[in-house]
């Protein structure tokens, strides 16, 4: 009896199905032993790309991963902070424990560096809307901004959502912490965009 014929595959072929095979698993980024998902998917069903990635540090201290989610990769941080189209903030916190006051004292020195007082001024009812929202944050925590043309900024932390705040300019705001000419972190700063 004629034994059934076996087929085998080239070494090339093979090669580049391990590839692909790689490729497909190493998607989700890991930074600081935190895993960043390459893309999320906001309740209207639009789906964001993960620019880039980072740690916040301050002095020695690691405080939270930061990831930018964008619908398309960009480097160029005036155009990201300027661009009227869905994007995402998530800060995966690192540190214990981090209280409200510290929280809004952070924001409010990121927010005095990286804006001129009189855009400030404007947007102060917004800005005081989004300290209301601060409640403390410990390890493990996951605090997501999400700016939707027409809708405004959504603030949640791990999924439930706080406050949705008309407008785009105070996540514009708060975009220039991380992007404008004074971060707190360059580091962090390269990371989000991808550098």
């Known amino acids: ?6 087929r085998r595959l080239s070494p090339l072929l093979l090669l580049l199905m391990l590839l692909a095979g790689a490729w497909g ?5 890991e930074v600081a032993g935190v895993e960043v998902p390459d893309a999320v998917t906001l ?13 916040r540090r301050k002095l020695f201290v690691k405080v939270y991963v930061g990831a930018l989610y964008l619908p398309r990769p ?5 155009a990201i902070v300027a661009a009227d189209e869905p994007q995402r903030v998530e800060m995966r916190i690192l540190y214990r424990k981090i209280g409200v006051r510290k929280l809004r004292e952070s924001w409010e020195e990121g927010l005095r ?25 410990r ?13 405004g900024t959504e603030v949640a932390v791990n999924g439930e959502v706080a406050d949705v705040i008309p407008g785009r300019g105070l996540f ?3 975009l220039g912490v991380w992007l404008g000419p004074k971060p707190p972190d360059e580091g962090l700063k390269r990371a989000m965009l991808g550098k």
């Open 1 to 6: 009896m004629a034994r059934p014929a076996t």
């Open 25 to 29: 698993a190493a998607r989700a980024m």
């Open 43 to 55: 309740a209207d069903g639009v789906t964001l790309r993960l620019n880039g990635a980072g740690v």
């Open 74 to 78: 960009r480097s160029d941080p005036a």
């Open 113 to 137: 560096r990286n804006h001129p007082p009189e855009r400030l001024a404007g947007l102060r009812p917004a800005i005081e809307r989004y300290y209301a929202t601060l409640r403390p944050v």
């Open 139 to 151: 390890r493990g925590d996951v605090v997501t901004l999400t700016y939707r043309p027409g809708v």
């Open 172 to 174: 514009a705001a708060l």
